[in-house]
T-cell receptor
Framework: GAVVSQHPSWVICKSGTSVKIECRSL??????MFWYRQFPKQSLMLMAT?????????EQGVEKDKFLINHASLTLSTLTVTSAHPEDSSFYIC????????????????FGPGTRLLVL | GQNIDQPTEMTATEGAIVQINCTYQ??????LFWYQQHAGEAPTFLSY??LDGLEEKGRFSSFLSRSKGYSYLLLKELQMKDSASYLC??????????WGAGTKLIIKP
């Protein structure tokens, strides 16, 4: 099946630093990728939709200046947490959507393994 | 508003069968997904239904009724490794996933 990778898998950083997380679709091209955040024992929360070649669409309540998203190619989207603070500590998960023109039955999302961020 | 409902927690016995229900109310419908998520890991894709009926895939089956806004995930021959959270998600008219809170499935020997 389709594979999505994330790097790094975990990161510990000091408060105030910026952290970049990469999401790659390894064997397919994805015009649309999604970034989620999951706090312990809670459901996934969509942060933003990343569209190749255009600006990301952020969900209500997500600060676009704090969570910078760049989708520069069809296989790579990056999420940069700027000036991270302890409350940003979370599990960040990306997904990439496989689209088959005119065939909804073939569409699905594949998730990356996630990146665990701990801000001290 | 958009809403996905599924039970918070279920308990079943190893070797048995369990059905996890999901009801939804969304703006538009472009398919319903079931994901499995083990603690501390990202969700993994289980199934996708866009037409009414039952989709079988090994020990797992997923059913959809669009008119009723209802789906279920059926797990047969339960194994201890099936202990996980099962997430129901609906793709709305904007092709965004609306997630349920997940059902924690506990398997007992």
């Amino acid at each position: 099946g389709a594979v999505v990778s994330q790097h790094p898998s975990w990161v510990i950083c000091k408060s105030g630093t910026s952290v970049k997380i990469e999401c790659r679709s390894l064997d397919f091209q994805a015009t649309t990728m999604f970034w989620y955040r999951q706090f312990p024992k809670q459901s996934l929360m969509l942060m933003a939709t990343s569209n190749e070649g255009s600006k990301a669409t952020y969900e209500q309540g997500v600060e676009k200046d704090k969570f910078l998203i760049n989708h520069a190619s069809l296989t790579l989207s990056t999420l940069t947490v700027t000036s991270a603070h302890p409350e940003d500590s979370s599990f960040y998960i990306c997904s990439a959507r496989i689209e088959v023109a005119g065939d909804l039955a073939q569409e699905t999302q594949y998730f990356g393994p996630g990146t665990r961020l701990l801000v001290l | 508003g958009q809403n996905i409902d599924q039970p918070t927690e279920m308990t079943a016995t190893e070797g048995a069968i369990v059905q996890i229900n999901c009801t939804y109310q969304t703006s538009g419908f472009n398919g319903l997904f079931w994901y499995q998520q083990h603690a501390g890991e990202a969700p993994t894709f289980l199934s996708y239904n866009v037409l009414d009926g039952l989709e079988e895939k090994g020990r797992f089956s997923s059913f959809l009724s669009r008119s009723k806004g209802y789906s279920y995930l059926l797990l047969k021959e339960l194994q201890m490794k099936d202990s996980a959270s099962y997430l129901c998600a609906v793709m709305d008219s904007n092709y965004q996933l609306i997630w349920g809170a997940g059902t924690k499935l506990i398997i007992k020997p």
